[in-house]
């Protein structure tokens, strides 16, 4: 028992350093694109109505803390490391030019360093340099907040197919509202941390001032009392600073609802149109098989049946003639059941998803494990679809992997059908190159469902399907055997 809470409290208290790191590394994500917007503004602003003269090293309102100005860049590099960023951490240096700039107009006492001209061709640079720096901080908060959250904020920039000068022409970032956005959020989030900073400094202050009864506690105790708890302070509003800022990211960083509905829109249309071809390419695939296979057998057997009506009063000539009769008609019956199980195979209708790929399974030339199961029935256009996909792979693995076993594992949670197919092939599948992977894809798309490969040169070829839906009734359909 006291082993017990002994390791739950290591583990909240692991919990709360993380989330602490995690809301330093948000802060000085924050106030590192402020300043890398404000660094140009300042500059244009010094070398228009700075004063003329001023010594170096004459602190402005900064003071002395000025010169921690430019360890902002280094902070964001060593947390962006930290936390994961690897070579994200590169696209600090585009805030180290912004922090000099506004160290050295502050040095100088508000006049423009390096005289009014160096400083009317610096702003413009560093107005680019801040735009720059807003996109990268906006990335960065999108990846943090996926990493960490574990549910990524999809990139919301339009992407125009058009050559650098058309995309100049049509106005570039700045005519993505998206750009706005990021600026947007740069702004507030940078202005947040001071505003919050300074209420938190004042707030004694205030109360000794606006207080009823005089005083309410001598302020140099309040400070120190406040100086002492303000790492445990900051570990305890970590977690929930962290969750404001998740959604606040997620409401001004993602897609716009607008955004949003033009792609479903979009990807509706788009699927649509592939459900359409399938379809039609389904529709000729029957036709041709009844025409080449069936129906061919059906004529002959009609063939045969009328010469057997000219020889029927010949009980030799008759003989052979109704035995192989009766072996086209069987020829037919067989073709027309392989044409309706691949229509809608029974073992599907009948039993659903999980046995009807555990049956596809045991028809392969090699050894397959088939895992998990599902508590009840997809719905039937879902099943279908999620059949033809898994038969499909399996086709790919026997004629392309070169594999000696495939594993299968069937699930569902979470509101989402989960199959995974593993080969011990030789790899490299790649949708881009056919072996059916990209109708594959289609044809889960529609369902709003997504194919994941992970196939390296030399193997083994890992293919997720999952798919959104809800089961119907708990009739259990599982299984769990090697066939």
């Not at 900051?234 to 949003?260: D, N």
């Not at 149109?273 to 057997?301: F, M, P």
């Not at 009609?302 to 009063?313: C, I, N, R």
């Not at 099943?383 to 992997?401: D, I, M, P, R, T």
Request: proline content about 8%; overall charge positive.
């Amino acid at each position: 028992m006291r082993t017990s809470a002994v390791s739950r409290a290591v583990a909240q208290l692991e919990g709360a350093v993380v989330a602490g790191v995690r809301a330093l590394y948000m802060v000085t994500l924050a106030v590192t694109g402020l300043m890398a917007l404000l660094a140009g503004p300042v500059l244009l602003a010094a070398a228009l109505l700075g004063p003329d003269d001023a010594e170096p090293f004459a602190h402005g309102p900064g003071g002395p803390l000025i010169l921690l100005v430019p360890l902002t860049p280094v902070a964001l590099w060593a947390l962006c490391w930290a936390t994961g960023g690897g070579g994200r951490a590169a696209g600090a240096v585009l805030f180290a030019p912004g922090a000099l700039a506004l160290m050295a107009t502050d040095l100088y006492g508000g006049a423009p360093p390096g005289g009014r001209s160096g400083s009317l061709c610096l702003g413009p640079a560093m107005l680019v340099l801040g735009l720059l720096g807003t996109r990268w901080i906006a990335t960065e908060n999108r990846r943090i907040v996926g990493r960490w959250s574990g549910r990524p904020i999809p990139v919301p920039y339009h992407r125009v197919d058009a050559g650098p000068w058309q995309r100049l022409r049509a106005g570039g970032w700045l005519a993505d509202p998206a750009t706005w956005r990021d600026l947007l959020w740069v702004l507030v989030s940078g202005c947040v941390i001071p505003i919050t900073a300074v209420i938190v400094v004042l707030t004694p202050i205030a109360l000794q001032v606006l207080g009823r009864n005089g005083p309410f506690l001598p302020l140099g105790p309040v400070y120190m009392m406040g100086l002492y708890i303000s790492p445990l302070a900051a570990l305890w509003a970590a977690p929930p600073i962290l969750r404001v800022h998740e959604r606040a990211a997620r409401a001004l960083l993602g897609p716009s609802r607008r955004s949003e509905l033009a792609r479903q829109v979009s990807h509706l249309a788009r699927t649509r149109a592939d459900t359409i071809d399938a379809g039609a390419a389904e529709l000729r695939r029957i036709e041709r098989d009844l025409h080449d296979g069936a129906q061919a057998r059906l004529v002959a057997l009609g063939m045969l049946l009328t010469v057997a009506e000219q020889v029927k009063d010949d009980p030799k000539a008759l003989q052979p003639l109704l035995v192989e009769a009766r072996m086209s008609s069987v020829k037919a019956l067989s073709e027309l059941r392989d044409l309706v199980r691949g229509i809608h195979p029974p073992v599907l209708a009948d039993r659903g998803l999980a046995d009807a790929v555990e049956a596809t399974a045991l028809d392969l030339p090699l050894p397959v494990t088939f895992t998990g199961g599902l508590p009840g029935r997809a719905p039937a256009p879902v099943e279908s679809a999620v059949y033809f996909a898994v038969s499909e792979l399996l086709a790919n693995v026997v004629k392309h992997a070169g594999a000696s076993h495939v594993w299968i594992e069937i699930g569902h949670s979470d509101g989402l059908l989960r199959i995974s197919v593993t080969d011990d092939g030789r790899g490299g599948a790649n949708p881009s190159r056919g072996t059916g992977l990209s109708g594959t894809e289609r044809r889960l798309a529609a369902f709003d469902g997504v194919l994941a490969i992970s196939s390296p040169s030399g193997g083994p070829t890992i293919v997720n399907l999952e798919i959104p839906c809800a089961l119907s009734s708990p009739k259990t359909s599982s299984s769990s055997g090697t066939a």
